[in-house]
């Protein structure tokens, strides 16, 4: 089978990229705010300036650590099974993450996310079949900031059956989220080995490792908690303007990053990912839905194959800010370019606005895309012992395919079925049924999906457990109850 794929870049290009990456790890450096990283750079040879804190990183150094990344890995599910493989590619999809506000059904207003809005959201992916993770996707603006990162990871592991893509927002936070895993799982082994969630690290543009992240990173590779990089270079703004030197400072950070997650902790699983975009001068915005912020998500996750990494993109979203046509178009062209490159992990579902908004019904209009381009990858391939030939001689000049066997043995593997999302009934039909929109449509799915989801089964002393290490860490933050859920 030939599988459809789109490259962008040529191995010259490439091999180009990666030399001035490793070029600009030696000069100008990256900074580091961290004491524990700077230790472990020192200790790997590399040139430390304490006053700047701008480390001047040897390609050595960094090609000994590429060398004990782990090339593919699994995440499984509460049940242990692995669902999800980084590695090759296979492809998944994943709820974008740390969306501040939420689109209501047939609202224009967004407003701030609440506890039951994050409950909503992730039993909703958990119930789709084409999202294959869930994610940590809303921040619930009804619990102290400073304990939101471990909160919504508190929620989704009460409700969700499948792998998780969360991040912490301080180094305190990380250490409780990682004892709201080790209880979920059972132990820091079990944990260990087989992970059932992913921790975002952010570097900051440009060439920049804050103390929150980069401590983040170390503790994942300490703990053997998968890491995921976030480079997130803006064309012109935070990076250079040029579609080829935003991806080259995303390298850079990326190898950064790797080096300080390896010199950590030799092969712990990591990430070649990122959130980059084409900065629009016009409006101060990183649009998320153009076609060059697109073109450099798969840019870089080329970069990323070559070194035979795992690899991560935002891709699928909108910078609507309600389910519209630029809604429709932006997402799906994210969703199929996404597929195409072979992303591993594509996170995005039914974010909006700049990847700050949320919404239920966008997330399963997506779903449906997200199947169809799950399809496409599958690409067109021989059925049976002969092409045409065999059944059309049977079948003739009668044109009565739909009673033949050949139909029903191959309709289901040939032609993906949507769900009642998507409209093909005759115009009379859907007249007839109230003639609604897609959002409409997706309402009532997400409706259905909501009242048919079956509850996680955790024991009573595990759901107690993770009670008590959050109402513990929102006490700490000045909130002496849990929200109601």
């Given amino acids: 089978m030939l599988r459809p794929s789109v490259r962008l870049l040529e191995d010259s290009i490439i091999r180009r990229t990666l030399d001035e990456a490793h070029q600009l790890l030696e000069?100008?450096?990256v900074r580091v705010h961290s004491d524990r990283a700077l230790g472990l750079l020192d200790g790997a040879g590399a040139q430390i300036d304490h006053q700047t804190r701008v480390v001047r990183i040897p390609p050595d150094v960094v090609q000994r650590c590429l060398e004990t990344v782990p090339r593919s890995f699994y995440l499984y599910d509460s049940a242990g099974k692995p669902v999800v493989h980084y590695g090759g590619d296979d492809i998944h999809f994943d709820p974008g993450s740390a969306a501040i506000e939420f689109l209501d059904y047939r609202a224009v207003n967004s407003r701030p996310p609440v506890t039951k809005d994050l409950v909503a959201a992730t039993r909703l992916a958990d119930a789709l079949p084409s999202i294959d993770a869930v994610s940590t996707c809303l921040v619930s603006s009804d619990v102290p900031q400073e304990a939101g990162d471990l909160?919504?990871?508190?929620?989704?592991?009460?409700?969700?059956?499948?792998?998780?893509?969360?991040?912490?927002?301080?180094?305190?936070?990380?250490?409780?989220?990682?004892?709201?895993?080790?209880?979920?799982?059972?132990s820091a082994e079990a944990l260990r080995e087989k992970p059932v969630a992913v921790f975002d690290v952010c570097p900051s543009p440009p060439l920049l490792w804050s103390e929150i992240t980069c401590e983040n990173l170390i503790d994942c590779a300490l703990h053997g908690v998968p890491a995921e990089l976030v480079s997130m270079p803006l064309t012109g703004a935070t990076s250079p303007v040029t579609l080829l030197g935003a991806v080259t400072q995303h390298a850079a950070e990326c190898l950064s990053g790797i080096t300080?997650?390896?010199?950590?902790?030799?092969?712990?699983?990591?990430?070649?990912?990122?959130s980059p975009a084409a900065f629009d001068?016009?409006?101060?915005a990183p649009p998320m839905g153009a076609i060059e912020t697109m073109m450099i998500d798969m840019a870089y996750t080329q970069v990323g194959k070559s070194l035979g990494l795992p690899t991560h993109a935002y891709m699928g979203m909108s910078d609507a800010k309600i389910i519209d046509a630029q809604c429709g178009f932006e997402s799906g062209i994210g969703t199929i370019l996404a597929a195409l490159?072979?992303?591993n992990m594509i996170s995005g579902a039914g974010m909006l606005d700049y990847e700050t908004c949320f919404s239920l019904e966008k997330l399963v209009i997506d779903a449906e895309m997200i199947a169809m381009a799950k399809r496409l990858i599958e690409g067109i391939v021989p059925r049976g012992e002969t092409l045409a030939l065999e059944v059309l001689r049977e079948v003739g000049h009668s044109a009565n395919f739909l009673a033949h066997p050949h139909t029903r043995r191959w309709l289901r593997e040939e032609i993906m079925m949507p769900s009642p999302v998507i409209d093909r009934d005759a115009r009379g039909e859907w007249a007839a049924k109230?003639?609604?929109?897609?959002?409409?449509?997706?309402?009532q799915h997400v409706q259905k999906l909501l009242a048919e989801w079956k509850p996680k089964e955790l024991a009573e002393e595990i759901?107690?457990?993770?009670?008590?290490?959050?109402?513990?860490?929102?006490?700490?933050?000045?909130?002496?109850?849990?929200?109601?859920?």
Avoid at 463 to 485: C, F, N, Q, W, Y
């Fill in 434 to 443: 109230g003639s609604t929109t897609i959002e409409d449509r997706a309402h």
């Fill in 151 to 186: 909160y919504r990871l508190f929620l989704v592991l009460l409700n969700a059956h499948k792998p998780v893509i969360t991040g912490a927002f301080a180094v305190e936070t990380w250490k409780v989220m990682y004892d709201l895993l080790v209880t979920a799982v059972g």
């Fill in 281 to 284: 001068m016009r409006t101060g």
């Fill in 341 to 343: 490159a072979g992303v």
């Fill in 260 to 274: 300080i997650h390896q010199l950590a902790n030799p092969g712990a699983p990591i990430i070649w990912g990122g």
């Fill in 463 to 485: 759901v107690a457990e993770l009670e008590h290490i959050t109402l513990a860490a929102l006490r700490k933050a000045g909130m002496d109850s849990l929200p109601a859920r």
């Fill in 27 to 29: 000069d100008p450096g």
